[in-house]
Structures are given as C-alpha cells and as structure tokens.
C-alpha cells in the first residue's frame, strides 16, 4: 500500500535497486538520490533521509525513504525515481490522501477534520462540522444548534423540520387546556361556525343605526330581482307624485281618488262644530219634526190671527170665521157683570153662554163659572153652521 496521509512522518516509503550487471540481483551498499514529483510537478530532491532497510550492507538492495512533512505536503500522486551508481534507476510512486491509511478505523478517522460534506459524500462520526457524534449509548443527538436550510427539498427531514420552526411559534403552556364542553366566558373575539342558540343577543344601537344606514343608502338598481321588495322600491320611485295627481279625475267611483274629489267640497272649517244634544240657539229656520217640550213657546202678536178657531157660517158678514185672537178676546171680554147679575138673581153659576149679539141664536161661547164667578173652562163651539 503506498497511500501516505497528508503530512505525516511515520510509514517510510520502500523501494529496489536491482544491479545493473545483471538487473536482477539487489545492490546493496548504495547511496541512493532520491527526487520526487508532487502531483504532476517537477522533481526535486526529497527532504526525507534514504537508508538501507536493515542497515548497510543488510538490505539485499532494498533501500527506504524516510516520512517527512515536507514531502507529503501535497496531496495527490508523488513519483519517486532513485538512482545509484552500480544499479539500474529506481522509479514509484505515492499518493497522499487527507485520511490516514494506517488508522485501524477503516482509515475514516483521517476525516475528523474535514468541513461538512458535499452532497452525496460519505458520512463520518466525530465532532467536526459534518460528522455525526454519538453519545455514551450509541444514540445520534439531534444537532439542534444547525442552522436549517432555507429552502428544503420536498418531503426531506429538512422540510419537517423546518415546518417545525415555522409552525412551533409559541410554547405549549400558553395555550389552551380546554378539551371540549361548555365555554363559561369568553373575553377575545371568537369566530363561529353555526351558532345553535341566539337568545340573549341584540344589537347595539349603533348596529341598529348601521343597518338602517345600509337599507336607507342601497342603490335601489343594485336590488332589482324580479318580484323581490327592491323592484317593488325601485317601481316606485318611477311613479309620479300621487298629491299632485286631480281629484276626482278620471278615479273610478268608490275610489280613494273619486271619494275625496267628490265629497271633500268644502272646508271642514266652514261646517258645525255640534256634537249633539241640546242647542244654545238657532239664528236660521229649521223644520222641526216632533217637540217634545213645548214648554217656553208663545206665539208672536199676528200668530193668534192665522189660527181659525172656527170657520165662517154661510152669512160670513154675521157669523164670520172666529181666529185665536177673536176668541180670546170674547173670553176677555165677556160681560162679568151680566155673570154676576146671574148669580145674584138666583141664576145657577155653573155655565153660563154668550151668544153672538147679531144672531142670538149662535152661541160663541161657553163659561163654567164657580160659586166666586171666576171663570174655570171657556168653550168655542164650531158655529159654522
């Protein structure tokens, strides 16, 4: 094996020097040159010390080059080429690797100072940026202190984790312990599906205020479907002012429009203000149908001469038709003296009768006289006749 880790002294590099009589043979007692190539360079003189294996004259031709830091301070392939006088040259070669070979590790101990690898390389355990260090138990401890990466492919560890970070936000005791049932209060605003019970809620004023403010402001054209209220409104407002409209027009008869046309003819403070019962005083005529209470009445002067007591007789110059007022007078102007005359002849005072002085036989009137010649009943007999 001639893999050198970088810049180690330890493990020399063995080379042959065959004779050059017959090529075959070793050349033992030699000093060697020994020139090296450093991955693809130019030769040089090796910093290492170059001795025969075993000491001089011990080494059967074979001779050793010493690890040296200088040397192996490349990594990559390293040509060795030794020459000697009495031997053919001597060409090998090296490579220097950053692990070491000899580590009974499998050589991966050699990758305890390597950054974090690429993607796709190998895995390492230790403490190095991108290794894997284990705890006493043969557990991987998470390494929580690694920066995640911005962008995480999908479906990957990183993916979940970096969900974990952007989701696990706040810690767990700050949140809730309720674990279902009634909610005795609440004191932040809550969003809610399906509200099942809706006793006890009112609106606020100002809600009340709102919704009208939305009802009264709508744009009447935005809420026009056919048969909804907001066609009814918008039909409406289309229609003319009905006060303006004339009355009674051409409204049917038994219209709202025909009745106030028709009958609303006068000022309503133009009529009586009489609610009924009995009136102060009436300054036009009325027609009474029947009274009731004639108690206050008196006829005027000229009444007493339109009411015929009795009619004419066929002579009207001797019996004339007899008026109220003719036969008050008779009974006004009877002669008491003549009743009183009767009385003190021993005539009966009872009833007395007073017969029409042009036709002594028509009587005009009749007097029931008490026993103090106070005249009680007066009788006009009909005398048509």
Same mark, same amino acid.
């Given at each position: 094996?001639?893999?050198?880790?970088? +810049?180690?002294?330890?493990?020399?590099?063995?080379?042959?020097?065959?004779?050059?009589?017959?090529?075959?043979? +070793?050349?033992?007692?030699?000093?060697?040159?020994?020139?090296?190539?450093?991955?693809?360079?130019?030769?040089?003189?090796?910093?290492?010390?170059?001795?025969?294996? +075993?000491?001089?004259?011990?080494?059967?031709?074979?001779?050793?080059?010493?690890?040296?830091?200088?040397?192996?301070?490349?990594?990559?392939?390293?040509?060795?080429?030794?020459?000697?006088?009495?031997?053919?040259?001597?060409?090998?070669?090296?490579?220097?690797?950053?692990?070491?070979?000899?580590?009974?590790?499998?050589?991966?101990?050699?990758?305890?100072?390597?950054?974090?690898?690429?993607?796709?390389?190998?895995?390492?355990?230790?403490?190095?940026?991108?290794?894997?260090?284990?705890?006493?138990?043969?557990?991987?401890?998470? @390494?929580?202190?690694?920066?995640?990466?911005?962008? $995480?492919?999908?479906?990957?560890?990183?993916?979940?984790?970096?969900?974990?970070?952007?989701?696990?936000?706040?810690?767990?005791?700050?949140?809730?312990?309720?674990?279902?049932?009634?909610?005795?209060?609440?004191?932040?605003?809550?969003?809610?599906?399906?509200?099942?019970?809706?006793?006890?809620?009112?609106?606020?004023?100002?809600?009340?205020?709102?919704?009208? +403010?939305?009802?009264?402001?709508?744009?009447?054209?935005?809420?026009?479907?056919?048969?909804?209220?907001?066609?009814?409104?918008?039909?409406?407002?289309?229609?003319?002012?009905?006060?303006?409209?004339?009355?009674?027009?051409?409204?049917?008869?038994?219209?709202?429009?025909?009745?106030?046309?028709?009958?609303?003819?006068?000022?309503?403070?133009?009529?009586?203000?009489?609610?009924?019962? @009995?009136?102060?005083?009436?300054?036009?005529?009325?027609?009474?149908?029947?009274?009731?209470?004639?108690?206050?009445?008196?006829?005027?002067?000229?009444?007493?001469?339109?009411?015929?007591?009795?009619?004419?007789?066929?002579? $009207?110059?001797?019996?004339?038709?007899?008026?109220?007022?003719?036969?008050?007078?008779?009974?006004?102007?009877? $002669?008491?003296?003549?009743?009183?005359?009767?009385? @003190?002849?021993?005539?009966?005072?009872?009833?007395?009768?007073?017969?029409?002085?042009?036709?002594?036989?028509?009587?005009?009137?009749?007097?029931?006289?008490?026993?103090?010649?106070?005249?009680?009943?007066?009788?006009?007999?009909?005398?048509?006749?």
């Amino acid at each position: 094996m001639n893999d050198r880790k970088l +810049g180690s002294t330890t493990y020399p590099y063995f080379f042959f020097m065959a004779a050059s009589g017959d090529h075959l043979s +070793g050349a033992p007692s030699l000093t060697p040159a020994v020139t090296l190539a450093k991955n693809g360079g130019a030769f040089a003189a090796a910093a290492g010390a170059v001795t025969e294996v +075993g000491g001089a004259g011990n080494g059967g031709g074979w001779y050793q080059l010493a690890g040296h830091a200088t040397d192996r301070n490349t990594l990559g392939t390293l040509l060795v080429k030794a020459t000697a006088t009495g031997a053919d040259p001597s060409d090998g070669r090296m490579f220097v690797v950053p692990w070491d070979p000899f580590d009974g590790n499998l050589a991966l101990a050699g990758l305890a100072g390597l950054t974090a690898p690429a993607a796709g390389a190998l895995v390492t355990v230790g403490t190095a940026a991108g290794q894997l260090n284990p705890d006493g138990s043969g557990a991987v401890p998470v @390494a929580f202190g690694t920066t995640l990466p911005t962008s $995480p492919g999908a479906g990957t560890v990183g993916e979940a984790l970096k969900l974990a970070d952007t989701n696990l936000n706040a810690t767990v005791s700050s949140r809730s312990t309720f674990a279902g049932g009634a909610v005795a209060s609440v004191t932040a605003p809550v969003t809610v599906g399906t509200n099942q019970d809706k006793s006890g809620y009112s609106l606020t004023s100002g809600e009340h205020s709102n919704i009208a +403010g939305d009802v009264l402001n709508a744009t009447a054209a935005s809420f026009v479907a056919s048969g909804s209220v907001g066609q009814k409104i918008s039909a409406a407002g289309s229609v003319g002012d009905p006060l303006t409209a004339t009355v009674p027009g051409s409204y049917a008869a038994g219209t709202a429009g025909f009745v106030l046309g028709t009958n609303l003819n006068a000022t309503v403070s133009s009529r009586s203000t009489y609610a009924g019962g @009995a009136v102060a005083s009436v300054t036009a005529p009325v027609t009474v149908g029947t009274n009731q209470d004639k108690s206050g009445y008196n006829l005027a002067a000229t009444g007493w001469d339109s009411i015929v007591i009795f009619g004419a007789g066929p002579n $009207p110059a001797t019996n004339p038709a007899r008026t109220a007022r003719d036969c008050l007078a008779l009974a006004a102007l009877a $002669p008491v003296g003549v009743l009183t005359a009767v009385a @003190a002849n021993g005539g009966t005072l009872g009833s007395v009768t007073y017969a029409n002085p042009n036709v002594p036989s028509q009587t005009l009137a009749t007097f029931s006289v008490d026993a103090s010649s106070n005249r009680t009943v007066v009788t006009f007999p009909n005398n048509a006749s």
